[in-house]
Structures are given as structure tokens and as C-alpha cells.
């Protein structure tokens, strides 16, 4: 295989293991019953706190542990609104999304474009000189491999353990879920602060590995967390489809970067944000079975056009947790 | 009885939350080691100071309401219409294109200034009738048709000031060519707000107070946003309903981004619409979705703007404090109506 195809897949896998870690935790969240928009403002205030305290104490551990306890506070402030004061989730969400973009381009200001320390690279010894598949997937840092871990981890935690399974049934079907001695909404605090930490160390990944440093306004982080977000749902509450969301994106990021070359007509920032519109259309192939005129349209086609086409529909579609959103009442 | 002291209860604990916002803010200064009184002091100087500084707050104020105006009809409908801010950008993209097709035609300037702003209208009821159909049709929440339009809007700008409309010789971040003074909106002599632009901005609200508090179509949105399937039951068609409050909100936010291109900078430029798309969406939140108060909190919301600018100056302080304050402003006041509520159950 060619080399710079190689480690083009080695960098792809590098550079999404921070929206795997944001949008495995916010399908956490979901899957509870909660809607967390204050993603992408988390992600920007984690990365550049992480930075700061990385910069200062020169502990890139404790940068990501920042990262961790901010995520996970952001979180707790939508838990909070959201099931204790019952607040509109959205509302709080899309506020704190501002707010914590703003507060970190403010507290920012100050380490902008200093140098800091980075995450190391950690070749596995033995395996990371297999030809291929060494630089692509054991010649990473901690926490790329660590993203590896976690797709899977949550992905047996939702599926295959009891625990997981009253996850979702506090988000499918919360008075069930009481009935059955779950207390939903202590549940919904502890997987919203969890999924928030997972949130919050996808900050410090950036600006200690994939985008080092802090840049403010053109650290070009801005929108990463609504990809996040878009991801969840083209995952269908999904850590697995969610983490190959996360690579078909950044997999798009970095062709826009290769064929910048080639078209130098179309300035840098276009081909960055190709990959949005992309995310539109595959939310619309997987949302369009729920729409009620496609139910009609079918209805009036042949029998066997209509089984083909719902079968596809079907294989493409996804649907929300049933209680998403919705706040829990014991009566 | 009950309902003045409900009142009297309300009124607390929105001072309160205010209290808690500028508590919240003043310690996130001290931790950028700043002097919270003298960063206040400031703000207040730079946006009421003086009459300059306070016509700057009024350029800011009409583009704010206009988006304002415009997502008070789509949370009235219940939709989160986030798109604004690409709603704004295509408005301002319509409007300059308008005006580099006409500038050089013999049709007199005020008529294309009108022309102008119609594109622009034209062009924010564009971009939002993409995310109205993908909602309606597409079963796309609004929230990330919304978000994705405001990449491809943004991306569009940087294309077209990159690209076909960029300045003889090499295309640059300041943007397009500016246009010729016959096609500014005229000022007031020697400061920058156009009254054509204050006109705008108050007919823009006075028309949506009327539209939601005293018309039937008002009172059916309101019930398409609190319950759409009794709506749709009581016989209203509630599809058509979303339509028309998507591409109203469209409308005002293309106004707001022709307001932007005929009246502060005279061309376009790569953030043209400012941020007052999501500013609005908070203004919209803190009044509680309601009309009423619609112009003097954009008002406070602008001035913070405008006040913040000299701050890096002044105290080497990130102007984004204007932000902070308003997010935190917004945020004490959803979670002490959450408290107020909660303890009114208790009772």
C-alpha cells in the first residue's frame, strides 16, 4: 500500500478520535432521555482550559482531567435546569453553548498562540511495526487508542449489559423503568455529568494533540461540537455508527485539505466546511422515513417498488429514544 | 391579591438573577485578574458616552431587532429556528448582488437602495425555506438544517469575496469593493445610523407586536407552537402555518442582513451578519418569547456590544465579556424562573 495513503488513514483516525469521544458521549446523554446542545461551547472552553492548565503546570494528564471536570460541570448545569428546575433543555443547551464559547475566547486571551506541551506518541512495542496496520492503528497517543476502547465499551455497556439496558429504557420508556425500581432521574444526572466529562476531554485532545495550541477565534474549532451533535442522530443513539460518523467526517476533512492543490480557485475555508452540507443530506436519508408524506407516496406506488424502497428507508433510518427530551414526573 | 404579589415575586427573583449574572461575570474577571468596576465603567462610557457612541449602539440595535422580530414568530410556532444566522448572511449576499448588478444602471439610487432591500428580504426567505423543507419534508430537525445552512452561507460569503466578487487585484479578508456613496442609507450628519435604518428596524416590530397579540393568524401560530397535533385537530393547517413563520423569519432576517450591507459597511464582509442572529435568539429568550420588551432589551443587548469594542484597548480584556455577560444574563434568568416555579409547587 502507498505510504501517504497509510498514514493519511493513520492521521484520519488520529484527528477524529475527539468527535468519537463527543459524540459517544452525547449519545450517552440521549440515550438517557436528555438533550445536551451546549456541546460545542463545552468542547471549545475544555480545550482551552486543558490548554492553560497543561501550559502552566506542564502536566498534559492534568490538562485532560480539566477538560473531564469542565465537561462534566457544563453538563450538570443542563441536569440541573433540566430535570431539578424543568427548564426548557434546548434553551439551556443553546445559552451555555454561547456562553462557555464566549467565556473561552475571553479567560483565552491570554494564552493565545503560546507553545505548550503535547500528548506523546505511544508506539505499542511489537505491533506498531506490523507493515501497515502498525502505522495505522499503534502509533497513536493515549488518547486516540483510548477512542478505539471506548466505541466498543459503550457500545457492550448500551447493548449487552443490565445496567445499559435500564439506560435505555430511562430514555425509551422512564416509567417502566420506575416501575422496575429505577431512579430515573438520579440515572439521568449520572449519565448526563458522565457523557459531559467524555464531552469535556474531547476540548483538551484538540489543543494538546490534533490542533495544538490555543488560537482563539481561529483555533478552528468552532462548529466541531454540532457536528458532534449531528453525528448522534445520524448514529442513531448508536456508538458504533456514531464513531463511523466521526471518520466519514474527518476522512471528508482531510480530502478537503488533499485537493486543495488541485483547485486553487476555492479558497481553504470551503472545502472545510463541504463536509456540513453532506451532514444535512445524510440526516435527511435517515430522517425522511419518518415523514408522514413518504408513508402516503408509498402507499400509492406497486407493491413490490414500495417493499424495495421502504426496505431501504428502513435500513437507513433511525429514531430518536422515545422520552427524548421529555422531563420524568413519578405521577 | 394573589396575582400582585405573584408579580412582586417575579420581579425578585429576575433581579436576583441579575444580581447572580453580574456576581458570575464580575468573578470571571477577577480570574483574567481585571478590575470588574472599571470593565462596567467602561462598557457603560463606551456605549452612552457620548451622542457618537450612542448613534454606534443604534446601528447595532436594528439589525438586532430585525432578527429579533423575526424569531419571536418561530418560537411562537414552536421552532428553534438557529438558522438566522445563515438567514442574515444570504440577505446580505441578495442585497449586494442587487446592487452590483444595478450600481452602474441609470435607475436613480434611492430606487435601488429599495431594490436592495427586497433582494435581501428575498434572499433570507430563500435560505430559510431550505430549512423549512427539510423540516416539513425531510423530517430534518430545524436545529441542524439550521446549523449546516449557516456553514454553507458562511462558506458561500468567503467564495464569492475570494472569488467572482473580489477586489481588482487580489481578494482579501476586508472584503468586497465598497460601494459608491449615492447607494449608502443617508445618516444623520456626522453620525453613522441612517433614520431609514431606525424606520425599518421599528416598523419591523411594530409589525410583528401587531401580528402576534392581535390577529387570528397570530393566536393560530401560538397554538401550532404550544400543541401541533390539537392544532392540526382543531383544523389548523398547521404545515402551511410553519411555512409562513420560517420564511417571515426568513424575511426580517434578510432585512436585518440588507441593513448590515446598505448601512454599516457598504459591502460584503466575510462576518456580515455579526452574530446578531444568535444574539437575537437570546433576546428572544430572555423576554420570554414576548414582543413587548422586545426593543429595549436588544437595546441593553446592543449597547453591551458597541461597549465591550474598547475594552482590548483600553484594558487589554477580550471584547467577547459582552458575551459572556449576556449568556450568563440569560442563563440566572431561565434557572431562576426555574427556582421561582419550583418553590410555587412546593407551596
Not at chain 1, 446542545?37 to 492548565?53: E, K, P, Q, R, W
Not at chain 1, 471536570?69 to 441536569?79: E, N, P, W
Not at chain 1, 453525528?231 to 460518523?245: E, K, Q, S, V, Y
Not at chain 2, 392544532?231 to 411555512?243: N, V
Request: net charge positive; proline share 5%.
Amino acid at each position: 500500500m502507498d505510504t501517504a495513503l497509510v498514514i493519511g488513514i493513520a492521521g484520519i483516525l488520529a484527528s477524529a478520535a475527539p468527535i468519537v469521544f463527543a459524540a459517544i458521549g452525547e449519545t450517552i446523554i440521549e440515550r438517557a432521555g436528555v438533550i445536551n446542545l451546549s456541546v460545542n461551547g463545552a468542547i471549545l472552553l475544555t480545550a482551552m482550559a486543558g490548554f492553560a492548565v497543561a501550559v502552566t503546570t506542564g502536566s498534559v494528564v492534568l490538562g485532560l482531567l480539566t477538560g473531564a471536570v469542565i465537561g462534566a460541570l457544563v453538563a450538570l448545569v443542563v441536569a440541573f435546569a433540566s430535570i431539578t428546575l424543568k427548564q426548557s433543555q434546548v434553551a439551556v443547551g443553546f445559552v451555555l453553548a454561547l456562553l462557555c464559547r464566549d467565556l473561552a475566547y475571553f479567560l483565552g486571551n491570554p494564552y493565545m498562540g503560546l507553545s505548550g506541551p503535547r500528548l506523546p506518541h505511544l508506539p505499542i512495542p511489537g505491533l506498531a511495526n506490523i507493515p501497515v496496520l502498525g502505522t495505522i492503528f499503534f502509533q497513536h497517543d493515549l488518547m486516540t487508542y483510548l477512542s478505539f476502547v471506548l466505541i466498543v465499551l459503550a457500545y457492550i455497556y448500551i447493548f449487552r449489559t443490565r445496567p445499559g439496558l435500564m439506560l435505555q429504557g430511562i430514555g425509551e420508556r422512564p416509567a417502566a423503568a420506575y416501575v422496575r425500581g429505577a431512579n430515573v432521574n438520579l440515572l439521568r444526572y449520572v449519565y448526563t455529568v458522565v457523557g459531559g466529562a467524555l464531552i469535556g476531554l474531547a476540548g483538551p485532545m484538540y489543543s494538546l494533540s490534533v490542533k495544538a495550541g490555543w488560537k482563539g477565534t481561529i483555533s478552528g474549532l468552532d462548529g466541531i461540537g454540532w457536528i458532534a451533535l449531528a453525528l448522534t442522530i445520524f448514529g442513531g443513539w448508536n456508538p458504533l455508527r456514531a464513531a463511523l460518523g466521526a471518520y466519514f467526517f474527518a476522512f471528508l476533512q482531510w480530502l478537503g485539505l488533499v485537493l486543495q492543490p488541485s483547485l486553487p480557485n476555492i479558497p481553504s475555508q470551503v472545502l472545510q466546511v463541504a463536509p456540513f452540507p453532506l451532514m444535512i443530506l445524510t440526516l435527511l436519508l435517515v430522517n425522511v422515513g419518518n415523514a408522514e408524506w413518504v408513508d402516503r407516496t408509498l402507499a400509492g406506488l406497486p407493491e413490490q417498488t414500495r417493499h424495495a424502497i421502504a426496505r431501504i428507508l428502513r435500513a437507513m433510518r433511525t429514531s430518536p429514544p422515545a422520552a427524548l427530551g421529555v422531563p420524568f414526573e413519578k405521577e | 391579591m394573589v396575582k400582585a404579589s405573584s408579580r412582586w415575586t417575579n420581579l425578585a427573583f429576575q433581579l436576583l438573577a441579575i444580581v447572580l449574572a453580574l456576581a458570575f461575570t464580575s468573578l470571571v474577571m477577577i480570574l483574567a485578574k481585571a478590575d470588574p468596576l472599571e470593565a462596567y465603567r467602561n462598557i457603560v462610557v463606551g456605549s452612552v458616552g457620548s451622542v457618537n457612541k450612542f448613534s454606534d449602539v443604534l446601528v447595532a440595535w436594528v439589525p438586532l431587532l430585525l432578527a429579533t422580530s423575526g424569531l419571536l414568530v418561530t418560537y411562537t410556532a414552536g421552532l428553534w429556528n438557529i438558522g438566522v444566522e445563515g438567514q442574515i448572511t444570504l440577505g446580505a449576499i441578495f442585497t449586494t448582488w442587487a446592487l452590483r448588478v444595478l450600481q452602474d444602471s441609470t435607475l436613480s439610487p434611492g430606487l435601488i437602495i429599495v431594490i436592495g432591500f427586497l433582494s435581501g428580504a428575498l434572499g433570507g426567505m430563500l435560505w430559510a425555506s431550505v430549512v423549512a423543507f427539510l423540516k416539513i419534508y425531510g423530517g430534518v430537525n430545524e436545529i441542524f438544517g439550521g446549523l449546516g445552512m449557516n456553514f454553507v452561507a458562511t462558506a458561500l460569503t468567503i467564495w464569492l469575496i475570494f472569488g467572482p466578487w473580489k477586489r481588482p487585484g487580489i481578494g482579501s479578508m476586508s472584503g468586497t469593493e465598497p460601494f459608491k456613496e449615492a447607494l449608502w442609507l443617508p445618516t444623520f450628519t456626522g453620525l453613522r445610523i441612517s433614520p431609514w435604518s431606525l424606520v425599518v428596524g421599528i416598523v419591523g416590530i411594530a409589525v410583528i407586536y401587531l401580528l402576534l397579540q392581535g390577529t387570528y393568524f397570530g393566536l393560530k401560530l401560538k397554538a401550532v407552537g404550544r400543541n401541533r397535533r390539537a392544532a392540526f385537530l382543531l383544523g389548523i393547517p398547521t404545515t402551511q402555518y410553519m411555512w409562513a413563520a420560517f420564511l417571515l423569519c426568513g424575511l426580517f432576517a434578510g432585512l436585518a442582513g440588507a441593513v448590515q450591507v446598505l448601512g454599516v459597511y457598504h459591502r460584503l464582509i466575510p462576518s456580515i451578519s455579526s452574530g446578531y442572529g444568535f444574539l437575537g435568539m437570546l433576546v428572544a429568550m430572555l423576554i420570554n418569547y414576548q414582543p413587548t420588551w422586545a426593543a429595549p432589551v436588544a437595546l441593553f443587548f446592543a449597547a453591551l456590544n458597541i461597549g465591550s469594542i474598547q475594552l482590548p484597548i483600553v484594558m487589554k480584556l477580550d471584547s467577547t465579556l459582552s458575551g459572556v455577560l449576556q449568556g450568563a444574563l440569560v442563563l440566572a434568568v431561565l434557572l431562576m424562573d426555574g427556582v421561582r416555579q419550583r418553590i410555587l409547587r412546593r407551596r
